[in-house]
């Protein structure tokens, strides 16, 4: 029965095709000759044992291409797997390139404004030191200055402050002790006199009033 189905289901469209030609369809299968007389089974089983190795000669022939492509897939499949890793190794190489670059120059930042804070830091103080030495010499020259005024007679010291500017008069005065300052105002125009005993009342730091604007321009006659 199977023997059967094999040969009629694979020769159908052979035989319909000669049998349009109005040709003798040729036998389907290799076929094995037989005595005469012998026994029907017996060719049966001879066609049904050709028509087998036949099949599995040609199956063995697909089942070697189906191996051979599944070889070469598998081949592939690997070189592209292969690809990927060597790939994703690059990519992984050069975050961790990028993340120590990154990290380096952020370490650079820090350090260059924490240099910067600290010369800031070191600049206000030396100015500050600046400030506080410059203060001390002014403090002492005008010290000196006082002293120096000390020992002059008022008469004499009187017209040298009165023409001086008046800030700096009012510091030199304010170093002085009250008797002298009192002497040397005496001997000074009274205007002059009453602005640095105001100005001397308030207290340092003594500084200038502003000029007083010009006088207006007289209108032409003309006009």
């Known amino acids: 029965m199977i023997c059967a189905g094999l040969l009629f289901g694979d020769t159908s469209q052979d035989t319909s095709h000669i049998q349009s030609n109005g040709a003798n369809p040729p036998e389907p299968f290799p076929s094995l000759k037989t005595p005469k007389g012998a026994d029907p089974s017996s060719k049966q089983f001879l066609q049904c044992n050709a028509i087998f190795e036949s099949r599995k000669a040609e199956i063995n022939n697909q089942l070697q291409v189906l191996q051979e492509r599944a070889l070469t897939l598998q081949n592939l499949q690997e070189q592209t797997q292969s690809l990927l890793d060597q790939r994703n190794a690059k990519v992984a190489k050069r975050e961790e390139a990028l993340e120590a670059r990154l990290k380096e120059f952020e370490a650079k930042q820090k350090a260059f404004k924490d240099l910067q804070a ?106």
């Open 118 to 223: 600290q010369k800031e830091k070191d600049l206000k103080k030396l100015v500050a030191q600046n400030e506080e030495l410059l203060k001390e010499i002014k403090e002492a020259s005008s010290s000196k200055v006082a002293t120096t005024y000390a020992k002059m007679k008022d008469s004499k010291a009187a017209p040298i402050l009165q023409d001086m500017p008046i800030d700096q008069a009012a510091t030199i005065l304010s170093k002085l002790e009250a008797k002298d300052m009192g002497k040397i105002l005496a001997k000074m125009d009274p205007q002059k006199a009453a602005n640095l005993t105001e100005m001397l009342q308030k207290g340092p730091p003594f500084k200038a009033p502003p000029p007083p604007p010009p006088p207006p321009k007289p209108k032409d006659e003309d006009e």
